[in-house]
C-alpha cells in the first residue's frame, strides 16, 4: 500500500522560508510525477504549487514562481518543497501528491504565514 508522509509545516513569518518532505513508500511501480497542492481556505479545492516528472521537468502556479523549488532524492524515495519569501497568503494545508499507475496523496501538513 503507498503512503505519502509529509513533515515540515508549521508557522513562520511572512519572509522567512520552510522545507516540506514527503516520504513515498509502498510502491512497486516506477513513480512518474510528484508534486505538491495546496488547499488555502477550508472548503476549497486544492490547487496545484509545483510538480516535478520522472524526468526532471518541474511546473508551477505563477504565484510561487522564483519562490518555491521542488525537488526529489529518488535515493531517499522522497520529495521537498523548499518555499522561501513566504507571504500570508501561502497560508495553506499543503498536500504530497504522487502519481505511480495511481494517484495518491498525503494526509497533508499545515502552513501558516504570520506575524
Known amino acids: 500500500q503507498v503512503q505519502l508522509v509529509e513533515s515540515g509545516g508549521g508557522l513562520v513569518q511572512p519572509g522567512g522560508s520552510l522545507r516540506l518532505s514527503c516520504v513515498v513508500s509502498?510502491?512497486?511501480?516506477?513513480?512518474?510525477?510528484m508534486g505538491w497542492f495546496r488547499r488555502r481556505n477550508s472548503g476549497n479545492s486544492r490547487e496545484l504549487v509545483a510538480?516535478?516528472?520522472?524526468?526532471?521537468?518541474?511546473n508551477y502556479a505563477d504565484s510561487v514562481k522564483g519562490r518555491f523549488a521542488i525537488s526529489r532524492d529518488s535515493a531517499k524515495n522522497t520529495g521537498y518543497l523548499q518555499m522561501n519569501s513566504l507571504k500570508p497568503e501561502d497560508t495553506a494545508v499543503y498536500y504530497c501528491?504522487?502519481?505511480?499507475?495511481?494517484?495518491?496523496w498525503g494526509q497533508g501538513t499545515e502552513v501558516t504565514v504570520s506575524s
Open positions: 510538480l516535478i516528472t520522472s524526468n526532471g521537468h518541474t
Open positions: 501528491y504522487a502519481l505511480f499507475q495511481k494517484e495518491h
Open positions: 509502498g510502491s512497486t511501480f516506477d513513480l512518474n510525477a
